[in-house]
């Protein structure tokens, strides 16, 4: 009979002990876990290296961020805008700030936040979220216009960094407010705002400062003029951004986005 069947232990119970002895040959899930944070940990190490070894590099080897007003004045006489023009108005900085790096003021020109995501989403194959700031987005405007790629965004992030020490914030938002393309043909804040609503950017609403702002991330789908319904659904975004932010209240949002955007019929100002 043996020594199971004299304590009366059956097959049943037999298999029951089997299924509870430890697995003493496989490794932990924890220690499994760990040596996978570590491999990705050394991988991000020797990323961020290697993105600091190159940044240091393309700050020699980049163009002067003194350049900067010389290719502002450039494209400003290419597309017949006077610059400098007046200081970029309260509303439009508030809504451009509070719908393309609401971060603007604090960060070095480059927002690390962002960057995060964005290396994380190269890495694991996902979708690029995006991560460029205002700087960031002058720069490829200024110096690498049409340029793709890796490199280029490195370019840009050094160049955003050069920008961003050499220039004030209002300087900044200046620059950027002149080269940017507001849709329908009209380049610059002043060209904008006098050709959509015929008066001068100081003279704008919250609704029409909002409605600028949003355009100039994709300034031919958002153009009010051409297709209404799509600019209309981007101010509705904007706003909301500059709610959450604490540009607006949730009245003053509500307000907003209840008056009339008086889209000119003539073009220009007086």
Known sequence: MGLRGALGLGRDEDEQLEKYEPE???PSKARRRLKLAL???KILLILLVVLAAAVGLLFVITPSAGQATELVQQEAADHHIQYPGPPVPEYFAEALVATEDHRFYTNPGVDPFALARVVAAKITGKQDQGGSTITQQLAKMLYTPGQTGFATELEQVTLAMKLDMTYT???ILQMYSE???YG???YGLGQSSCGYFG?????????????????????TFDDPLVYP???RARLVHVLSRMQAVGYLTKQQETQALAAPLDLAATRGCA
């Open 179 to 181: 080269v940017a393309y």
């Open 184 to 186: 329908h043909g009209y």
């Open 169 to 171: 914030k209002a300087q």
């Open 39 to 41: 491999r990705v940990g």
């Open 229 to 231: 319904a799509q600019a």
């Open 199 to 219: 008066r001068q950017p100081q003279d704008l609403t919250v609704v029409q400062a909002a409605m600028l702002a949003g355009a100039v991330n994709a300034p």
């Open 24 to 26: 003493a040959s496989s």
